[in-house]
């Protein structure tokens, strides 16, 4: 474990093992379940040692404007990985379709969006009308992301479902 986790100012392992056990005496004051519920403090800690590396990587007005990157941080934290991988789907799926709005709309909605239903895609606001696998295999048509990304995403996106 890095030293830098575990500073006086930031002992997060005591951090998150305190915050774990007020969930927990949460839960069992409202005699709910509290076995599995919580994926364990030192697989959080991976999680948190690789975050700075990771944040680093974008842009940060970006990450300024992350809300489910935070959400999924915030989960994270508080062991609920199911939960803090639907956010980081979340984002990415955000982040794909602020892509697809910057390159080209029109093109892409004509690559991606048959028959009549084309006609009520027009702007960046109908992207959210688009079902997440159709976004994924129309950013694929439109060269913007790998065939690789497109495989992992579709993937992810399966697994999810």
Do not use: C
């Not at 639907?86 to 794909?96: G, K």
């Amino acid at each position: 474990m890095s030293t830098e986790l575990q500073t006086q100012e930031n002992n997060y392992p005591a951090q998150l093992t305190n915050f774990e056990k007020g969930l927990v005496t949460f839960l069992e004051n409202h005699n709910l379940p509290t076995t599995g519920i919580f994926v364990g403090v030192e697989e959080r800690l991976r999680v948190f040692s690789n975050v700075d590396y990771v944040i680093k990587q974008l842009d940060p007005e970006m990450t300024t404007k992350s809300v489910y990157l935070a959400k999924f941080l915030a989960a994270s934290a508080s062991g609920l990985f199911d939960a803090s991988l639907n956010y980081l789907w979340d984002e990415t799926i955000l982040q794909l379709r602020k892509r697809v709005a910057q390159f080209d709309l029109e093109y892409f909605y004509d690559n991606t969006v048959g028959g009549d239903k084309r006609k009520s895609f027009r702007s960046e606001e109908d992207l959210v009308k688009l079902p997440d696998s159709d976004l994924i295999n129309g950013a694929k048509e439109i060269e913007l992301i790998s065939d690789v990304g497109h495989r992992h995403l579709v993937h992810i996106n399966y697994m999810r479902n």
